[in-house]
């Protein structure tokens, strides 16, 4: 298994510029997770699906976030225009079903510059 | 949502025991207690879990109170490899998915 994949690993932009971030969760997982991590903040979860269905959203910062999930295998979350406080580190993460003995899968996360 | 409390910080010396402490005093009956670590660079990864009883796998062991409002991850031998941050956090309920809320963890370093 080949774990939580995530592209780009590193993505360097300018202001203004739209940005797209994408993440194929581990085959057969129900969930998908996507987080945001800064040093002022942590860990921020902006987003998660079920069965591809976006279930909370509250975490997303703003209008210039959006994320889909069109299939059971890919999702992508898009920032534009971008702006230079979204430089983070974003993580997807996935897991196969509800119940506390479930585990989170996850990628090796995107490192995001927006100059 | 139940929050958990660690120490920001803590040493250790290459090849002790190290005991990381969490407190949990609002879980609930449902709630899992989970432990993720966050290595340089990469995202968290799972460590262990446990509802009531203490657990052990290859990487910890993880100590219930006998109320449920603390726990402490232990980690036998600590290895340069083991310097992480560490996030003590109550799983989601059975019913529906909570939101999983990380904290700051609590950042181990160790000593050669």
Same mark, same amino acid.
């Given at each position: 298994d080949a774990g939580v994949i995530q592209s780009p690993r590193h993505e360097v932009t300018e202001m203004g510029q739209e940005v797209t971030l994408r993440c194929k969760p581990i085959s057969g997982h129900d969930y998908l997770f996507w987080y945001r991590q800064t040093m002022m903040r942590g860990l921020e979860l902006l987003i998660y699906f079920n069965n591809n269905v %976006?279930?909370?959203? /509250?975490?997303? %910062? $703003? @209008? &210039?976030f959006s994320a889909k999930m069109p299939n059971a295998s890919f999702s992508t979350l898009k920032i534009q225009? /971008? $702006? %230079? &406080? @979204?430089s983070a580190v974003y993580f997807c993460a996935s897991s196969f079903r %509800?119940?506390?003995n479930e585990k989170l899968f996850f990628g090796s996360g995107t490192q995001l510059s927006v100059l | 949502d139940a929050k958990t409390t660690q120490p920001n910080s803590m040493e250790s010396n290459e090849e002790e025991p190290v005991h990381l402490p969490c407190n949990h =005093?609002?879980? =609930?009956?449902t709630d899992y207690i989970h432990w993720y670590r966050q290595l340089p660079s990469q995202g968290p990864e799972y460590v262990i879990h446990g509802l009531t009883s203490n657990v052990n796998n290859r990487m910890a062991s993880l100590a219930i109170a006998e109320d449920r409002k603390s726990s402490t991850l232990i980690l036998h031998r600590a290895t340069l490899r083991d310097a992480a941050v560490y996030y003590c956090i109550l799983s989601w309920r059975k019913t529906s998915y909570d939101k999983v809320i990380f904290g700051p963890g609590t950042s181990l370093s160790v000593i050669p």
């Open positions: %976006p279930i909370d959203d /509250s975490g997303m %910062p $703003e @209008d &210039r225009p /971008s $702006e %230079p &406080r @979204d %509800p119940g506390g | =005093s609002t879980i =609930s009956g």
